[in-house]
């Protein structure tokens, strides 16, 4: 397979690209410096397209390069490819679901002890040498307080069972109600938010999840009430939150995305009440190394003509 193409648009593990270098011939779209014309130059050999939450096989991208025959990409998250040019092209798309599940969801349980607790002001209070002078002062209880998750998929699952284990009520928003599934359901984000203590994004985003957490939603949650969100930055009128949050109508956030990564917005680093994370949900060794060993191995099935591993298109 040495003389297939595949082109890995930004740098996502050294791992991933010591295993795809060892396989393939890899061309590494950041490190070159005329783009257009090295797209023009390799278009008849790039076979494969690696990309990952932040950089995907866009429209224009997959117009620059009519071999292309496969997009795996190195995220649960497929937002940022195509889907229907590929669909419409006959390009396969794989992804990399379960093996990030689990530390996703840990990290939104991370995110809600964080912030409720004030996990990273008493640090900061410790280190800075506070302490000395009195006592932290107190924080709010995560046990038994209610979780409303938008998006029970394999994610939002886990994270209610987690939750679960807190002897928190859940409570879902879906765009159906799911059978078999205990937890109360309501149709609205806007009626979940009224109804919940802490909200949490765990759904795909799409045209109908873009903004799903707007003013309403916000008000709605209240001066007491938490955001977490573990799913995409899009997910929340951003410019909304800030303002919610900086005059206390929301109780606090917990976030792991956001609409323009790396920028974060400034007013929210002096705010206690919020912990921000830079987008490592799945950012653990054991986790990464699965999803490239995916990334890797739908690549290896594709060109061998086997059946994908995790196939979306
Ligand atoms: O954001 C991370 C992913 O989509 O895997």
Excluded at 102 to 117: C, Q
Excluded at 210 to 235: E, Q, S, T, Y
Excluded at 258 to 278: A, D, H, Q, R, T
């Amino acid at each position: 397979m040495e003389s297939i193409g595949v082109l890995m648009l930004c740098p996502m593990s050294a791992y991933l690209e010591q295993e795809l270098q060892s396989r393939f011939n890899l061309f590494k779209l950041w490190t070159v410096p005329q783009k257009p014309q090295f797209l023009k130059e390799h278009a008849s050999s790039i076979r494969a397209v690696v990309g990952n939450a932040a950089a995907g096989a866009d429209a224009e991208l997959i117009s620059a390069l009519p071999k292309l025959e496969i997009v795996s990409s190195y995220s649960v998250g497929v937002d940022k490819i195509d889907l229907d040019k590929c669909r419409e092209k006959g390009i396969r798309v794989t992804y990399t679901p379960d093996v990030l599940t689990e530390d996703v969801a840990d990290l939104a349980i991370g995110l809600i002890l964080a912030v409720l607790r004030r996990l990273c002001a008493s640090d900061r209070y410790v280190r800075s040498g506070a302490w000395k002078k009195g006592d932290f002062r107190l924080t709010t209880k995560f046990t038994g307080k209610t979780v409303g998750i938008i998006g029970l998929g394999r994610i939002g699952m886990a994270v209610a069972k987690r939750a679960e284990a807190f002897n928190c009520p859940i409570s879902y928003y879906s765009r159906r109600a799911k059978p078999d599934i205990q937890y109360t359901y309501y149709p609205s984000v806007v009626e979940l938010a009224s109804n919940c203590d802490i909200l949490v994004v765990a759904c795909p985003l799409n045209e109908e999840t873009w903004h799903i957490i707007n003013r309403g939603v916000i008000d709605a949650l209240g001066p007491k009430g938490v955001l977490i969100n573990i799913g995409r930055g899009p997910h929340v009128d951003e410019p909304e939150l800030v303002s919610a949050l900086v005059e206390g109508r929301l109780g606090g956030a917990g976030l792991d995305v956001y609409e323009k990564e790396p920028e974060i917005p400034e007013e929210l680093f002096g705010l206690e009440n919020v912990v921000l994370l830079p987008h490592v949900g799945s950012g653990t060794v054991e986790t990464r190394t699965a999803m490239a060993d995916l990334v890797i191995g739908n690549l290896e099935a594709h060109f061998l003509n086997k059946p994908l591993l995790t196939p979306l298109v």
